[in-house]
């Protein structure tokens, strides 16, 4: 389980962390991030999201702050999150993005990942993938629940296919 530290909501939006924390009612939240594979999962996924922006007429971001459930006692911090245009601009976005992508870690527990997932449906998040970039799988959550995507392909209406069985192939590339 990540750990946590208690603070007050206003000295956590105006703090940086290196790496971002999330809030969850009253308490820092550390996020596993910085391996190599979760990484460069992140930077393939923005890498085939960027050039749809325009065409699309969405945004893509990564690492953005989010006030969930209407709150002000619940910010998550998805790896990547894809924003139809139009929305409104804040620095802290309080809008449900039309996708998340959670990339997960090693260290991820499934009871912390489906908190996550938990949060983002009630916020109101169309569309939530789980990529796992070391069993190579990804999931599909929403309403509905969540379901392994056999194929490694999602879609949704706004940003179209994504191919994650190509995305996870270019994890093997040399690195020499």
Do not use: N
Not at 84 to 111: C, G, K, M, N, Q
Not at 117 to 131: P, Q
Request: proline content about 6%; aromatic content about 8%; charged content about 30%.
């Amino acid at each position: 389980m990540a750990t946590s530290t208690s603070v007050p909501v206003e000295e956590y939006l105006r703090t940086t962390y290196r790496p971002d924390m999330e809030y969850v009612d009253g308490e820092l939240v550390e996020r596993h991030v910085g391996e190599r594979k979760h990484s460069r999962l992140q930077t393939l996924a923005v890498g085939v999201l960027l050039p749809l922006e325009r065409s699309r007429r969405f945004h893509v971001f990564t690492e953005q702050r989010l006030r969930v459930l209407g709150t002000k006692h619940r910010y998550r911090i998805p790896d990547v999150c894809v924003m139809a245009l139009p929305y409104r601009s804040e620095p802290v976005l309080a809008t449900p993005p039309h996708l998340i992508v959670e990339i997960l870690s090693p260290d991820d527990e499934t009871a912390d990942t489906l908190a996550r997932v938990a949060d983002y449906l009630r916020f109101g998040v169309s569309h939530i993938w789980i990529a796992d970039p070391y069993r190579r799988t990804v999931q599909e959550a929403d309403r509905e629940g969540i379901r392994y995507c056999a194929d490694l392909v999602l879609e949704t209406e706004l940003v179209g296919r994504v191919d994650f069985k190509d995305l996870f192939a270019r994890l093997d590339e040399s690195t020499e």
